[in-house]
């Protein structure tokens, strides 16, 4: 499982030009599975996406498709971690 935080490097001016885009593709990676929950960050200085794949080095090929990256809007941070625990509803997402 991954945390993946995004900084916005750019001014939100040269976001905004590009949130369409980038919601098409979240909703690719959701519909593939890997993207599990999305979130802009309060203040807006960039998102959060919890995902799921086998490998860090998949997330990173995943990343390398979003235009907020071939742009060079933001900053990615992957953060992998393994479930352990979780609330009830949120149990499928467990490792091992």
């Known amino acids: 499982m991954f945390v993946i935080l995004l900084n916005y490097i750019k ?29 802009r ?6 998102g959060v996406i919890l995902a799921k794949a086998p490998t860090r080095a998949e997330i990173e090929r995943i990343i390398q498709n979003d235009p907020f990256h071939r742009e060079q809007i933001a900053e990615y941070n992957i953060v992998e971690f393994l479930p352990s625990m979780t609330a009830t509803e949120l149990d499928s997402l467990k490792e091992g």
């Open 11 to 39: 001014p939100l001016s040269e976001v905004d030009c590009f949130v369409a885009e980038h919601r098409a593709y979240l909703a690719s990676h959701y519909a593939s599975g890997h993207f599990l929950m999305y979130g």
């Open 41 to 46: 960050q309060e203040p807006r200085t960039g």
